[in-house]
Nanobody, 124 residues
Framework: QVQLVESGGGSVQAGGSLRLSCTASRRGYSNYILAWFRQAPGKEREFVAG????????YYADSVKGRFIISRDNGETAVYLEMNSLKPPDTAVYYCAAADRLRLTTMASEYIYWGQGTQVTVSS
């Protein structure tokens, strides 16, 4: 069992930046795909960004492309989400997730480990 713990959420004004972190409770997931999802009130959970096992390939939702950067540190068993030029529609609970597979996927059902979520609020 792997536990994922997010941190770094908070409140920021539009145009600001935040950096989310997610650490795993144990090593051994360095070959997993890692991703960030988000869920706003009344909406379904949506894919934000994903990164493959060695960090050589990343994929972003169109809504965040050019503004968010996902990265991972396998030595520290962590994944990060750098969020820039934040907008009010980015307001949501952000979750990190891990999938034991080689190919990136945007489908939440493919991810077997989830963090508890961290709130990001962007005000106008």
């Amino acid at each position: 069992q792997v536990q994922l713990v997010e941190s770094g959420g908070g409140s920021v004004q539009a145009g600001g930046s935040l950096r989310l972190s997610c650490t795993a409770s144990r090593r051994g997931y360095s070959n997993y795909i890692l991703a960030w999802f988000r869920q706003a009130p009344g909406k379904e959970r949506e894919f934000v960004a994903g990164i493959n096992w060695d960090g050589s390939n990343a994929y972003y939702a169109d809504s965040v492309k050019g503004r968010f950067i996902i990265s991972r540190d396998n030595g520290e068993t962590a994944v990060y989400l750098e969020m820039n030029s934040l907008k009010p529609p980015d307001t949501a609970v952000y979750y990190c997730a891990a999938a034991d597979r080689l190919r990136l996927t945007t489908m939440a059902s493919e991810y077997i480990y989830w963090g508890q979520g961290t709130q990001v609020t962007v005000s106008s």
